[in-house]
């Protein structure tokens, strides 16, 4: 036994956690020594073999892209769990970046989130998220296309639900010819158990579902997850030891992790901790977000995060359950802190401070300017540029630390705003959209769980989760046409995809 676990262990394929730009502290352990678990789970588009070609439609050599991206948080006392998604076009700011070749590329504002794969680097991902979320990320797990057909099949397929019929394949003609475009998706209004390549078609479907954005897409991989979870809790496969093995077989081709999740031994004690968590304190949710005009280019409407997102953040941050019911056998965590005094004599005068207005409100950076030079920050300046921030964040460098704590307290930031990076020359306050007014950042009411009622969630144990259809129509129907684009009206769907209006 001992050397079949080693032989499934050599398939692993595993890299760094993170990529040493950012590094968020872990949660201290509870009174009975446990700590919250936190991992990112990453879905590649990338085309690194002939298989995920063929499943992604082409093979362009265009970079990686992280267009799956979920936090799964395990409570510290393994009574519930929360799966946060981050739409994918979601614009945020990426770390530095150092490449496989030693390369570093540099830091990015306002860039969607699936672009920090850019460099087919996980632990960049890993860094953005800490940087965002003031999250301490543990692991991370990443799976390709190939990846989900393998994994589908291992689990005996997925039952998914749709209320109408559904067909994610259009042609838009661009660039001179004609291109094909979504999933290829195609099932009848009904629940289906999909497997293989049809689970990645559900998984990979966003034109056809809801209002064609990443918010619907976000909604069926959790649907399909939340389904995922009930059918392995029903057939006992965690207490299995012949269906646990079939699983951890598959999963040592299947995906690629962090060192530290990369073993059987690791794998398995984590799928026993989840299979602690019962499936009706298994909460799935979009973080809030909303669309915008881009400054840069007024027609585009990219995705911004709302300003209750912060708040999410620091739920999870905190260990605080999102089905607002409380952790089993542990008291209720208090606000959030305020940063403690700095640790040395701080001379407000000669702290050099550069002040970005991320907050979509016109003259925020000007604001904070004013109320810092009245503290006494003298040397605190406005940064024009028009940027955008979902959470408020105080960057410095490690030997800034004081003055960083100096400029938070005045500012009354919470401690998760702290930010120390290893690209910083200075200090930069990076005025986020969850601080629109006033001059301190608003302080948090003791976290009581619950979710924020601009948030789109499941639960794991809600059998009864199915999927609408985009009702978008075409813009000019053809004589006796009478489907939408993305369904189908009689017993079969066209033979042959319709050209895009």
């Known amino acids: 036994m001992y050397v079949y676990v080693k032989i499934l262990d050599s398939n692993f394929q595993t890299g760094a956690l993170g990529n040493g730009k950012v590094d968020v502290a872990a949660p201290k352990p509870d009174k009975f020594g446990h700590v919250p678990l936190n991992i990112l789970v990453i879905g590649s588009d990338g085309r690194s073999s002939a298989?995920?070609?063929?499943?992604?439609?082409?093979?362009?050599?265009?970079?990686?892209?992280?267009?799956?991206?979920?936090?799964?948080?395990?409570?510290?006392?393994?009574?519930?769990?929360?799966?946060?998604?981050i739409p994918r076009d979601t614009r945020v700011s990426v770390p530095a970046c150092t490449d496989a070749k030693g390369v570093t590329h540099r830091a990015r504002t306002f860039e969607p989130i699936t672009n920090s794969l850019n460099y087919n680097v996980p632990g960049c991902v890993v860094d953005t998220w800490e940087a965002l979320t003031h999250i301490h990320i543990d692991h991370w797990v990443m799976v390709d296309f190939s990846g989900v057909v393998k994994m589908a099949d291992a689990v005996g397929g997925v039952d998914v639900c749709t209320r109408q019929n559904v067909m994610d394949y259009q042609r838009q003609y661009f660039e001179g010819q004609w291109h094909e475009i979504g999933s290829h998706l195609e099932l009848p209004a009904g629940t289906h158990k999909v497997t293989g390549v049809q689970a990645l078609e559900w998984l990979r479907t966003r034109h056809a579902f809801g209002d064609g954005s990443d918010v619907g897409r976000a909604k069926a991989q959790h649907l399909y997850l939340n389904s995922m979870i009930r059918q392995m809790k029903s057939v006992g496969t965690v207490a299995n030891p012949f269906k646990l093995n079939s699983l951890a077989q598959a999963a040592t081709h299947a995906v690629s992790m962090d060192q530290g999740l990369g073993s059987i031994e690791a794998l398995s004690s984590l799928a026993v901790d989840l299979d602690k968590v019962p499936s009706d304190r298994i909460t799935t949710v979009t973080v809030p977000h909303h669309f915008q005009p881009d400054p840069a280019t007024p027609n585009n409407l990219p995705v911004v995060l709302n300003g209750s997102a912060s708040g999410l953040f620091a739920k999870l941050a905190a260990d605080t359950p999102l089905d607002g019911k409380g952790a089993a056998g542990s008291p209720s965590p208090s606000a959030t802190p305020t940063p403690s005094a700095p640790s040395a004599p701080v001379d407000k005068a000669a702290v050099h401070l550069d002040v970005e207005n991320g907050s979509g409100v016109t003259h925020r950076g000007q604001v904070i300017t004013d109320a810092l030079a009245a503290d006494g920050f003298a040397h605190a300046v406005r940064d024009t540029r028009l940027v955008d921030y979902g959470v408020t964040t105080l960057l410095y460098p490690s030997s800034e630390q004081a003055q960083a704590q100096a400029v938070g307290a005045a500012l009354k930031l919470p401690t998760t705003a702290l930010k120390s990076s290893a690209s910083a020359t200075g200090l930069t306050l990076q005025l986020g959209a969850d601080w629109k007014t006033g001059t301190t950042f608003p302080q948090a009411a003791p976290p009581s769980g619950g979710l924020p009622t601009d948030a789109e969630y499941q639960t794991a144990s809600d059998s009864s989760q199915c999927m609408d259809v985009n009702p978008a129509p075409y813009a000019a129907f053809a004589p006796g046409q009478n489907h939408y684009i993305y369904s189908w009206t009689g017993s079969t769907p066209p033979s042959v995809p319709q050209a895009n209006g």
């Open 51 to 85: 298989a995920d070609c063929d499943l992604g439609g082409s093979c362009d050599g265009s970079a990686p892209h992280a267009d799956v991206e979920m936090l799964l948080h395990v409570s510290a006392d393994r009574s519930n769990a929360s799966i946060l998604s």
